[in-house]
């Protein structure tokens, strides 16, 4: 067995147990029409590659095929061989592929060989243990020939907040019709959450009133608190969607977008260190009846989010998203939540990947790590490894499951 | 011995020579007329263990009487097991009650049998190796009957800053009178200390003026300056006091209450991530011959209240307070204080209980998770058992004596 | 050899090789006609030392000659022991002087014998394995007689943010004239970079006008947002230069200075917990061609750091700064450094050393620290020892080398 990141025999232990668990992955960018890749090119495209790679000078523009560009991430590979998405990429490559990743090449036509198959997209779920997945979708999305024994769609709503007005209409009354339209259709396909990242300016005013002349022009007017108030009664309408549809409602929380101005696509997105969940408490407050999935971008916040799942009875602390998705930030974090608020109100992990061959590479890596942190609390006569492993299938498995059905 | 959380060879042979130093407990919520348990409802009615409890459906609607909230409680028990409340449940039940928390009857009965003994506090006293304790308790409390060889009061001025009439006069200078009186009255009763816990959109201002009429509006004003001001002027009233009476001014720094609205009674508190104890440096520049120990609840200050140790000469990094009361958040606030800061300004620890028999199990679970930090220093070769052992003492019981005597 | 700090064999076996690494140090605040101690008080009177006893009582007043102040700050050293600076004292005494820092007396006249001999400086960069060192300099400085085989001079352009008119002339254009002239006599004696490290109420804004009525008001000026923008001006200016000049541009971020009144020289300073490194990114924006090393001194920003070193292709994450500048902010720091960057995007570390004494001992303590680190990477089998030395060589030392060359 391969034993990378474990850090004891009482780590091994339970990961042994562990790393079959079904998956059920309740946060994924997956196309459901194309759900695999193609080659190997369309997993080093995602942005957590190129970014890095831009960082130390590589451009698209050098990029004229496919090949081209998985050989020019391969050069910038070993300077990423400490990162998360570097052990990623690793695992696939052994796990799914049989091949290492020293040679761009080998890793490409391996990629090539394996994919073409017929059955490529069954030997992932298999290899993967996976169960379901939800996809994140915007209002506007249809879901012909969609296989609903393996995904469910998610409501995204980002574009509700950002005044598009493919969502948002001339008033609050035709927004919420045209919001709950959608979400009926979205439910025949089997939908089991609404899901927001808030702007990073957004905070929560309760009961601000719905103001049709304010909603249009909230787009362009240059007033926080405005928009605030538009945003605010916004995201109160379809918060009183999710309770009639009995739908959670995810929230992820503290991304900053746009910062870098010549990134590559979707690698100028940021965190901000001095945020507070405080500010969009009262959502919570507010629809008591609605269960909140609640992530977070920032190390900074990790105690307030242990603190929330402790306290509201209908928030759960969800996944480890993004920048935090990595060793230390997963263990400090999963730690934190695990001493301060009760493990019945964690969503383990989701993978948030945009292709199938990177679920069970990123759900292993946080199996890795939290059997470390688990394996800790045996080390220190806290838990037997039985209770251990009874706890993780609980926050990892059980509770997504019970809560995203 | 019981091992738990002792992480090493070197932490255990700490962990043995500190484990029944004396308490000098400088901060709890103890009532000196009835400190100790009536039964096993009053340890878990403590709101540590009814929000959780709460934030996975338990309600206190639910609770008849005593025998029904303890064993509500006991069901939301397994899946508090990684929390440090249950720890100090566990450890309480194993010491001062010879059974474990599997069974809430065998635990109530047990409870019941013991505490309704005649000398059970001095049995706690005893066993806890309890020297003294430090009440809280407001302006206008009075002390007939209490214990003055175990209890002492401490001034806690919370009242003041909300304007409460109890203790805020028409005038500055009568709400100096009051303030003066009240506390002589206090120190007539053994007082050591006045506390505070400014509320979380207090700005201090050096040298604001004290404008009579404000201080009449301030509890009505929506103004935050204004009410910064006033409250700035009485905090510096207070300060006053203590330097005039030689008495130390715990400042317990960024807890936001009433955040969470459908919350057991004091369960809706939270800590803020984006604060910054800078806000209140001014406090300590203004009263230089005031010692302040400064407590915090986020771990996002952290690094900051080492600093103000090292820097600031009337001020002590004291305790680990409410949701840093943890052991992965104890552990690195300690070790940045140590690495910071120099262990003289150290106030190792108090135990915020509202129980006798919680003192010494707070105390307890920090001394574990302390002796683990200073095993580490022992097997870095930075100190040997005996320089680790006394240090710790001068950190937990010297300094605190020292300060609050 | 000395294995304090050292965790493992790993640990150890990783130190071993990288200990006499040359040091190529990029930041230090050593005076090129005076770099070295003259006696024990020299080393002593740095406000790490002056400023911790300081917290515990001591008092420059007391200090009447060198000796007594050794002494005094001897008696403040136990209570240190556990701290950054304690460490770097007992490795210099070990280290360089052959003794220990039980007896002031004896380190005082260690130092004494060893300084007066005429090849000091030569010992102490031998034993040192110092390569080439880079000197902090005011804009009107001059360096006859510099050893520029041995030091570069970098443009610390500070004064120009405090609007000091040795610096900021009565426009703009004279201002950047003047500059440029400056920057010219540096480069002429091999200055290899600009740093500034920014008023800590600063927010960068791009494309702000340069108004030369308001530069000349700046310094009197209460308005917080004009004085952002004459800043903002004046910051862009000197970035122009840098990239005119080819000199990468330092950027020190988060000290806020003179809290503390009643201080000693320098140890007035604090960093800030809720500031956010999004308030500058539009400088890396307006200046791709500029290389950027980034510092903080809050570990607030730890992971807002690495973020800007792995998207920002201008921004390099560099060095351990002052209260972060201890062995577990380096070790927490460091880790989401390597797990969130690519390495090459780092700068390991620099001395911020005020005596050329102090470079290995800092560097030392880094090294180890640093050593633990990878040995974890090691112990998780994802890096061998000998990839560990080599990702280290090229952080601590190549890096810096090329980008201060």
Redesign the interface.
């Known amino acids: 067995m391969n034993?990378?990141?474990?850090?004891s025999e009482e780590a091994l232990e339970i990961y042994e147990q562990i790393r079959e668990m079904p998956i059920f992955d309740v946060h994924t960018h997956l196309r459901y029409k194309k759900p695999c890749m193609s080659n190997a090119w369309d997993l080093l495209s995602y942005h957590y590659f190129t970014?890095?790679a831009?960082?130390?000078?590589f451009s698209l523009d050098e990029v004229k095929d496919s090949e081209e560009g998985v050989k020019k991430i391969f050069e910038?590979l070993p300077?990423?061989?400490?990162?998360?998405p570097y052990?990623w990429l690793e695992q696939i490559a052994k796990k799914l592929f049989d091949c290492d990743i020293r040679d761009w090449r080998e890793f490409y036509e391996r990629v090539e060989q394996n994919v073409s198959s017929g059955d490529w997209m069954k030997k992932v779920i298999e290899t993967s243990h996976i169960e379901r997945i939800a996809l994140t979708n915007n209002p506007w999305e249809s879901f012909e020939g969609i296989d609903k024994e393996l995904f469910f769609p998610t409501f995204r709503a980002d574009p509700l907040l950002k005044f598009d007005n493919r969502v948002v209409k001339d008033t609050f009354e035709e927004t919420e019709s045209f919001l709950e339209e959608r979400m009926n259709y979205f439910i025949g396909y089997g939908c089991k959450a609404v899901a927001i990242s808030p702007p990073d300016d957004f905070v929560y005013i309760p009961s601000a009133s719905r103001n049709n002349s304010a909603l249009k022009e909230a787009a362009l007017s240059a007033n926080a608190k405005e928009k605030n108030e538009v945003r605010s009664s916004l995201l109160s309408i379809l918060a009183a969607l999710c309770r009639e549809k009995k739908l959670p409602f995810e929230i992820m929380f503290g991304s900053?977008r746009d910062?870098?101005?010549?990134?590559v696509p979707e690698?100028?997105d940021?965190?901000?260190?001095?945020?507070?969940?405080?500010d969009i408490?009262d959502i919570?407050?507010d629809n008591?009846e609605v269960i909140f999935p609640l992530s977070i971008v920032?190390?900074?916040?990790?105690?307030?989010l242990?603190?929330?799942?402790?306290?509201?009875?209908n928030?759960y602390a969800s996944g480890h998203w993004w920048?935090?998705n990595?060793?230390?930030?997963i263990e400090?974090s999963l730690?934190?939540r695990?001493?301060?608020?009760?493990?019945?109100?964690h969503i383990g992990y989701y993978s948030d990947a945009y292709t199938m061959e990177l679920i069970w590479a990123k759900f292993d890596f946080y199996r890795r790590v939290e059997s470390n942190v688990f394996a800790d609390?045996v080390?220190?006569?806290?838990?037997t490894v039985d209770?251990a492993v009874e706890?993780i299938r609980i926050r990892d498995y059980e509770t997504p499951k019970r809560i995203f059905s």
Chains 1, 2, 3 share one sequence.
Do not use: W
Request: glycine content about 4%; some cysteine; hydrophobic content about 40%.
């Open positions: 034993e990378k990141i474990l850090r970014e890095i831009h960082s130390m000078g910038h300077a990423m061989r400490t990162t998360a052990f900053v910062i870098y101005k010549r990134c690698g100028g940021f965190s901000r260190a001095n945020t507070s969940l405080l408490a919570f407050n008591p920032s190390f900074t916040n990790d105690q307030e242990a603190e929330f799942a402790r306290l509201f009875a928030v920048f935090t990595t060793e230390s930030a400090s730690k934190k695990l001493e301060v608020s009760p493990y019945k109100k609390l080390r220190e006569k806290r838990l209770e706890i």
